[in-house]
């Protein structure tokens, strides 16, 4: 893919978050991730790729746009598109800390065509890299990222999602002496802030979204990170939608380099309502202001976009 796609494609994450942050803190989840939807798929119309999704808002029947199978581009070079116009709808309605609009581009057939269902995932950032191990305990996992990172079990910051099902996890991370930073929804942007220095975040371990886990993946290998994952099916129905989309093998460790193949990835965000690594999206007299980030993999490139727009004289019609 050519270079100058990266602000291309973050143009695209740019309009989903304007366009949802309106409805920040008015309990509207459902409106907030339509706005998203409408605004980034208008988006991807002023680009010139032909584009696939193979992550997106539901099979054709359950969306109107992005949906699984849908093409999107003005035309250009064939690639495969993973996105999620609103990770965190919740996060958005409430008002609170971490959504984000985010996207995973590669060439046709290179990012893993994951069921809508639970994936089990471990990540960290590139000095861990090699050293994580989703079949070992959670003990033996921190006490090898400890070292390779040169630091106390103590010192380190792992990110779990607040949920029953974690308990376990939870326990065992606190009786090995490590820090829990505990979140509402949406673990890519936590996956982001593993792998990149001086965040404060330096593992996520637990279970989550499958295609949320297919597009963290996209980023953490732009980062020269390291990811580990496994499906996590709750049913005979959630079994049969893998077997649906290609996976022969529920049970299997899924590397980054079966989540996310070849070396032509990019992967762009922009943040909805504040965060850690990303500010929210601010409206100001006549314009609003952005921040988003950039990743390609072949260059190893991570761009953090500051950027303002003016009502009056954007490509596309938005409804603010």
Known sequence: MNR??????????????????????????????????????????????????????????????????????????????????????????????????????????????????????????????????????????LKNVAQALDREISDLTVVILDRPRHDKIIHEVRQAGARIKLIQDGDVSPI????????????????????????????MKCLGGDMQARLYPENEEDVKRALKMGITDVNKVLTIDDLVTGDDVMFAATAITEGELLRGVQYFGEGIRTHSISMRFKSGTVRFVDAVHSYDRKPFSIKY
């Open 192 to 219: 982001v802030s593993a792998g990149i220095e001086g965040t404060g975040v330096h593992m996520l371990m637990g279970i989550g979204g499958a295609p949320e886990g297919v597009i963290a993946a996209a980023a």
């Open 4 to 141: 100058e796609l990266a602000l291309e494609f973050v143009r695209v994450t740019e309009a989903a978050a304007i366009a949802s942050a309106r409805l920040m803190g008015k309990g509207d989840k459902i409106g907030a991730d339509q706005a998203a939807v409408d605004a980034m798929r208008m988006a991807f119309d002023t680009i010139d790729i032909s584009g696939t999704v193979v992550i997106g808002e539901g099979e054709m029947d359950e969306a109107p746009m992005l949906y699984i199978g849908e093409n999107v581009g003005a035309g250009g070079p064939a690639v495969d598109i993973a996105v999620d116009p609103l990770e965190g709808t919740n996060l958005v309605a409430k008002g609170l800390n971490g959504a984000i609009a985010v996207i995973a581009i590669a060439p046709k057939g290179c990012l893993l065509h994951a069921p809508d269902m639970y994936m089990d995932k471990i990540a960290v950032g590139p000095r861990a890299r090699g050293k994580i191990d989703i079949t070992a305990p959670v003990a033996v996992n």
